[in-house]
T-cell receptor
C-alpha cells in the first residue's frame, strides 16, 4: 500500500541519548517534512527537504538534524535528547511544495 | 506575521451541520487546507482550496474562503459520530517551499 511509513511507532528514551526517527515514502514525492505536535500548539515544522540532497530549517529546528540521501528516506535525528523534545513526531511528503502534504501515523517519543 | 487561529472545541448533535472556523493573517497564502486527526492517528487530508477561490464543495464538505477577512470555514453536512475528531486548518506559503502553518486544531464532538 502506497504511503508513508514511520518507525518506531513509540519510544521511551533517557535524556542525553541519541535517537533517529525513520520516515520512508513510496510515492516518489520530491518534498518531505518533519513536524512535532504538542498539546495546544498544533503542528510545528522542524525541518524540510524540497528534493533529495537538500534540506532546510523550519520553525523549531534546534536540537534536531535531518538528511536526504535519496528520494524515499528522510530520517530525523536527536543528537542528545532532552525532556522538552517529548512529543508526537509526524513525517509528511508532497509531490512538490505546491501540492497537498500527506502524513504518516506518527512516532510518540517520551524523553525521561 | 504568521498566525492561524481556530476555536478549540465544537459540540453538535448527530445529523446537524457543523461549521469549523479558522482565521489567518498572511494574505500571501496560496493554498488553505483542512486536515482531520482521529485519536492516535496521523493527519488525513480532507480538502483544500486555492486562494483565488471562494468556495469548494466535496460531498458533505463545503469550504468557504473570505480572503478579504482572512477567514476560512469548513461545513460538514449531516454530521455523523464518525466525524468526531480534531480538525486542523493550515495555510501554505508562496514560493514552492511547501511550508504549512497549522492552527491549534478544533475538537469536534458529535453527540448521538
Amino acid at each position: 500500500i502506497a504511503g508513508i511509513t514511520q518507525a518506531p511507532t513509540s519510544q521511551i528514551l533517557a535524556a542525553g541519548r541519541r535517537m533517529t526517527l525513520r520516515c520512508t515514502q513510496d510515492m516518489r514525492h520530491n518534498a518531505m517534512y518533519w513536524y512535532r505536535q504538542d498539546l495546544g500548539l498544533g503542528l510545528r515544522l522542524i525541518h524540510y527537504s524540497n528534493t533529495a540532497g537538500t534540506t532546510g530549517k523550519g520553525e523549531v529546528p534546534d536540537g534536531y538534524s535531518v538528511s536526504r540521501a535519496n528520494t524515499d528516506d528522510f530520517p530525523l535525528t536527536l543528537a542528545s535528547a532532552v525532556p522538552s523534545q517529548t512529543s508526537v513526531y509526524f513525517c509528511a511528503s508532497s509531490g512538490d511544495g505546491n501540492q497537498p502534504q500527506h502524513f504518516g501515523d506518527g512516532t510518540r517519543l517520551s524523553i525521561l | 506575521g504568521e498566525d492561524v487561529e481556530q476555536s478549540l472545541f465544537l459540540s453538535v448533535r448527530e445529523g446537524d451541520s457543523s461549521v469549523i472556523n479558522c482565521t489567518y493573517t498572511d494574505s500571501s497564502s496560496t493554498y488553505l487546507y483542512w486536515y482531520k486527526q482521529e485519536p492516535g492517528a496521523g493527519l488525513q487530508l480532507l480538502t483544500y482550496i486555492f486562494s483565488n477561490m471562494d468556495m469548494k464543495q466535496d460531498q458533505r464538505l463545503t469550504v468557504l474562503l473570505n480572503k478579504k477577512d482572512k477567514h476560512l470555514s469548513l461545513r460538514i453536512a449531516d454530521t455523523q459520530t464518525g466525524d468526531s475528531a480534531i480538525y486542523f486548518c493550515a495555510e501554505s506559503k508562496p514560493g514552492n517551499t511547501g511550508k504549512l502553518i497549522f492552527g491549534q486544531g478544533t475538537t469536534l464532538q458529535v453527540k448521538p
